[in-house]
């Protein structure tokens, strides 16, 4: 699945594997999270569902009761990953500091 700027699924794998991230658990669509999530890991996931074209590539990790989710654009978590990261807690946001042209 590539999103809308061309990066693919398989790029996103290949990138993680030359980084040797640590509890990589994969790159997923938003619908794909239905499985048992693991005391430690960290994950790609798409914001578009399996049926839809690919849109905007976030990240989470997880370590231990410590939740950690990144989107670029500063949205928060869609239902599927808060639920997939239960019992939550607390997620930590992290966004980036965007200069903004005014």
């Not at 905007?56 to 370590?63: E, G, L």
């Not at 231990?64 to 990953?81: I, L, M, Q």
Request: hydrophobic letters at 35%.
């Amino acid at each position: 699945m590539k999103d809308s700027d061309g990066s693919s699924n398989f790029e996103l794998v290949e990138k993680a594997k030359k980084l040797r991230l640590n509890n990589f658990r994969g790159v997923f669509m938003r619908d794909q999270l239905n499985f048992t999530p693991l005391r430690y890991e960290r994950g790609i996931l798409n914001l578009n569902t399996n049926s839809e074209p690919g849109s905007h590539w976030v990240s989470w990790f997880k370590h231990g009761d410590e939740k950690y989710y990144f989107d670029s654009f500063g949205v928060t978590a869609p239902r599927e990953v808060v639920e997939y990261l239960k019992p939550v807690i607390n997620i930590q946001y992290v966004w980036p500091e965007l200069d903004r042209c005014e």
